[in-house]
């Protein structure tokens, strides 16, 4: 059964469009009962529409040590503003654990092996 998180896409880094995987980014409180990991999963709009999502549940340890837990979803072909909105993200089969990379580039090469293995399972 598929875990969810709900909450308004915020501003990030903006490091996910320069990776070429924009994601959504919700906070979220200590209170969310999820593993950090990658995950294959949903996203439901304001405006209904679901769309098939990579997520990515934690602290983003490639880039930091610490700091705060975020879901990042990378809605798979897709490409609207979705700043301000409140979306649901449901989060399904765990695909990886989160790990730190040697470099962007191998970061990237991960996140399209994921991507392309999310979208195996929900084939």
């Known amino acids: 059964m598929a875990s969810y998180v ?12 320069t990776l070429g995987s924009p994601t959504a980014n919700l906070r979220i409180g200590p209170n969310v009962d999820l593993a950090d990991g990658v ?21 983003r340890p490639h880039y930091y040590q610490t700091g705060e837990r975020l879901v990042e ?32 580039d191998e970061l990237v090469e991960q996140i399209a092996r994921d991507v392309e293995a999310i979208r195996a399972l929900q084939a």
């Open 39 to 59: 995950y294959a999963g949903v996203v439901e709009l304001e405006d209904g529409t679901s769309h098939p999502a990579a997520i990515s549940v934690g602290r």
């Open 6 to 17: 709900e909450g308004i896409v915020v501003r990030g880094d903006h490091r996910g469009r």
């Open 73 to 104: 979803a990378y809605l798979l072909d897709f490409d609207r503003d979705i700043y301000g909105e409140t979306i649901r993200v449901e989060v399904g089969t765990l695909v990886r654990e989160q790990r730190s990379f040697g470099s962007e």
